[in-house]
C-alpha cells in the first residue's frame, strides 16, 4: 500500500526557530493530514488539508499540499520545547472499497530550550 | 472531546498466551481501527471495523482477529501470541469511512505489549 515518507526522519533545533517537516506520497489523494505522538502517547490530529487546497494555517502551524510534486510540507514556527514529539502525515488511500489512513514513518522532532 | 481508551498501558504476555487488547470510544463513531508501530516502520493497519460485527483486513492481520460485538468496543485478539508481536498497539476510531475525504481519526494511549 502506498506510504507517504517523512523527510527528515529526525530534526533538532532550539526554542525559537521554525521547523519544517515534508512528507511525499505516491498515488492521487483526496486529503492529507498530520498527526503528533508524545513519546510513547496516541497520535494527536493536528491538521487537514483537502487535495483542492494549496495552504492551511492553525495557530502555528502552516501546512502547504502540492499534488503536482505529490508532496506536503508542515511547518511550525517559533517553536517551543514542548513541540518536542515525532509528527506523522497520513493519506488516504481505498482499502476493499473503504478509505482508509497510511501513515509515514515519521519525523522526530527535538526542540532544544 | 472524544475520548478513546485502551484497556491497558502496559502488558507482558508469554509466547502462546490468548491476549485481549481492548479499546473503547465515547462519541459513537461508526469506524474503529488497530494499528501496531513499530521502529523504522511507522503505523500499519492490523484491523479496521466499519460497522457493529463487521469488520475488514488491513495490511497486516496475519496472527491476529477482532472482534465488535457493540458500536463503541472493539477488541483485537491474538489467538496464540508471539515474539514478533511485542509492540506498540493503537486503537482508533473516526466518524465516517465512506466519507470523501476520510475523517479524522482519533487515537487511544496506545498499549505496549511485550510478549516473552
Known amino acids: 500500500s502506498q506510504q507517504g515518507e517523512e523527510d527528515p526522519q529526525a530534526l533538532s533545533i532550539q526554542e525559537g526557530e521554525n521547523a519544517t517537516m515534508n512528507c511525499s506520497y505516491k498515488t492521487s489523494i483526496n486529503n492529507l493530514q498530520w498527526y503528533r505522538q508524545n513519546s510513547g502517547r496516541g497520535l494527536v490530529h493536528l491538521i487537514l488539508i483537502r487535495s483542492n487546497e494549496r495552504e492551511k494555517h492553525s495557530g502555528r502551524l502552516r501546512v502547504t499540499l502540492d499534488t503536482s510534486k505529490k508532496s506536503s510540507s508542515l511547518l511550525i514556527t517559533a517553536s517551543r520545547a514542548a513541540d518536542t514529539a515525532s509528527y506523522f502525515c497520513?493519506?488516504?488511500?481505498?482499502?476493499?472499497?473503504?478509505?482508509?489512513?497510511?501513515f509515514g514513518k515519521g519525523t522526530m522532532l527535538l526542540v532544544s530550550p | 472531546d472524544v475520548k478513546v481508551t485502551q484497556s491497558s498501558r502496559y502488558l507482558v504476555k508469554r509466547t502462546g498466551e490468548k491476549v485481549f487488547l481492548e479499546c473503547v470510544q465515547d462519541m459513537d463513531h461508526e469506524n474503529m481501527f488497530w494499528y501496531r508501530q513499530d521502529p523504522g516502520l511507522g503505523l500499519r493497519l492490523i484491523y479496521f471495523?466499519?460497522?457493529?460485527?463487521?469488520?475488514e483486513k488491513g495490511d497486516i492481520p496475519e496472527g491476529y482477529s477482532v472482534s465488535r460485538e457493540k458500536k463503541e468496543r472493539f477488541s483485537l485478539i491474538l489467538e496464540s501470541a508471539s515474539t514478533n508481536q511485542t509492540s506498540m498497539y493503537l486503537c482508533?476510531?473516526?466518524?465516517?469511512?465512506?466519507?470523501?475525504?476520510?475523517?479524522?481519526?482519533?487515537f487511544g494511549p496506545g498499549t505496549r505489549l511485550t510478549v516473552l
Open positions: 482508533a476510531s473516526s466518524l465516517k469511512l465512506t466519507s470523501i475525504p476520510v475523517d479524522t481519526q482519533y
Open positions: 471495523s466499519y460497522d457493529v460485527k463487521m469488520k
Open positions: 497520513a493519506t488516504d488511500e481505498e482499502n476493499s472499497g473503504y478509505s482508509t489512513l497510511t
